[in-house]
C-alpha cells in the first residue's frame, strides 16, 4: 500500500510530496491538536464528538494559562485576555471552527485513496494574538477569529489486536510533563531528548517523576491490571480463580499530571460497565510483582496489552545517561494478551461502531 499525506493549511491542501511527516510539522507549529483515525474503509471518524471536546478543553487551557504553547512565537508575549473556554458554546464554537478544513480536505484524500485504506486525521489549532489587539472583552466567536487550523491526513494500518509480536515493549525514561492535562504539539520537540534512553525493540516511552509511581507513555496512557489479594477477592468472586472480579485495573489520575486520553475514558467506562475493579492511582513498580496485565492506549492504536516493561534500577542514573549506561530490571507478561485486557479491548471495539461518526457528515 502506497503510503499517501494531505495537509491543509492556509487555505491550501498539498499532496503528499509537499506535505511534510506529521512529526515535523507538529514540531514547527505551536497550539493544540487532537489525533483520530478512520474505520470500516474510511467510511467513519472515530469518537470524532469526543476528540472536539477535548480539542476545545486544550484550547481553553493553554489561552489561559500557557499561550506560549498556543500562540505563534512571534506573539505569544502578548497579553490575552482571559477566554471562558469551558461553556457548551465554546465546543460548539470549535466544532464549527473545524468543520471547514475537514471539508476542504478529507474529500481529496477519500476520493484519492487506494483500496481500502484507513487514515489518521490530526487537527491542529494555533492562535495568532495580533488579531486580538485592542479587544478587552473576549466572547467565543472573538477567539475563534484569533484561531488557524490545519487539518493533517494520513495513511493508516491498524495493527492487528492479539497477535504474537504486535504487543508493545516499554521503559520508564523519564519525568511527566507540563500541563498534561492538554494537548500540545510542542510535546513531540520537548521530549526528543528522551529517545537516547530508549533501549533497543522498545516501542514506548514512560514517564514517572520518581521512578516508581508510573504516569503514562509519550504518546499513550498506561495502565496495569492487578491480582487482589485473597481476602478481598474471595468475597466477591466465590473463589473463581479467573473471574474479572479478582483483578483491578490500574491507571494514573489526571491530578497526577496525565493526559485525558480518549480511549482511557472510554476504559474507565469499560470497567465500570462491566464489573471490573477499577482504581485511579499511579502504577507502583514496587509492587509490579502482583501486576498480572499492562496495556497503553491511545487513539491511532486503541489498545495493545504490554509484552515487556523495563525500569532502571537507580533513577538517578538516567541523568545525562544513554541507554546503554544504565542498567535495567525487567518484568515480562505473559504471550498475548491477558484475559482482563482482552475483555476491555473487545468492548472498546464495540464503542467504536457505536460512536463512529460518518464521514458524510463530517464533509
Known amino acids: 500500500m502506497t503510503s499517501s499525506r494531505f495537509l491543509y493549511s492556509n487555505g491550501v491542501v498539498l499532496h503528499s510530496s509537499d506535505a511534510p511527516p ?43 494559562s500557557t499561550p506560549q504553547l498556543l500562540f505563534k512565537p512571534n506573539n505569544a508575549t502578548l497579553s490575552l485576555p482571559p477566554l471562558p473556554a469551558t461553556s457548551p458554546m465554546w465546543e460548539s464554537a470549535v466544532r464549527a471552527l473545524v468543520n471547514d478544513p475537514m471539508n476542504k480536505v478529507l474529500p481529496v484524500a477519500v476520493n484519492e485513496r487506494s483500496g481500502e485504506e484507513e487514515f489518521s486525521v490530526t487537527v491542529l489549532v494555533s492562535g495568532n494574538s495580533e488579531r486580538l489587539c485592542g479587544i478587552e472583552n473576549v466572547d467565543e466567536e472573538r477567539a475563534c477569529e484569533a484561531l488557524d487550523v490545519c487539518v493533517y491526513v494520513g495513511s493508516y494500518a491498524p495493527r492487528v489486536f492479539g497477535v504474537r509480536g504486535n504487543g508493545a515493549r516499554v521503559a520508564v525514561v523519564g519525568h511527566g510533563r507540563d500541563v498534561a492535562n492538554a494537548k500540545y504539539s510542542d510535546w513531540v520537540r520537548i521530549r526528543m531528548p528522551l529517545e537516547k534512553l530508549r533501549p533497543p525493540s522498545v516501542t514506548e516511552l514512560l514517564l514517572s517523576n520518581d521512578g516508581d509511581r508510573i504516569l503514562e507513555g509519550c504518546v499513550t496512557n498506561f495502565f496495569v491490571v492487578c491480582r487482589k489479594d485473597n481476602a478481598e477477592a474471595k468475597g466477591n468472586c466465590l473463589h473463581d480463580h479467573y473471574s474479572t472480579c479478582a483483578f483491578e485495573v490500574q491507571t494514573a489520575p489526571i491530578r497526577d499530571g496525565v493526559l485525558p486520553g480518549i480511549i482511557r475514558q ?33 487513539s491511532l492504536r486503541f489498545l495493545e496489552h504490554v509484552e515487556t516493561i523495563k525500569v532502571p534500577c537507580s533513577w538517578e542514573s538516567l541523568n545525562s545517561k544513554t541507554w546503554e549506561e544504565t542498567s535495567w530490571e525487567e518484568k515480562r507478561f505473559e504471550e498475548g494478551p491477558g484475559m482482563i485486557t482482552a475483555v476491555i479491548q473487545n468492548e472498546i471495539m464495540k464503542k467504536a461502531i457505536l460512536e463512529g461518526f460518518p464521514l458524510r457528515d463530517v464533509v
Open 266 to 298: 472510554i476504559v474507565i467506562e469499560v470497567c465500570l460497565s462491566k464489573g471490573i475493579s477499577f482504581r485511579e492511582v499511579a502504577p507502583s513498580w514496587s509492587q509490579h510483582d502482583i501486576w498480572e496485565e499492562a496495556f497503553i492506549t491511545n
Open 22 to 64: 506529521l512529526s515535523t510539522f507538529l514540531e514547527s507549529h505551536p497550539g493544540a491538536y487532537t489525533t483520530t483515525r478512520t474505520h470500516n474503509s474510511a467510511s467513519c471518524l472515530l469518537f470524532w464528538e469526543r476528540h472536539v471536546k477535548r480539542l476545545a478543553e486544550s484550547i481553553g487551557i493553554l489561552w489561559n
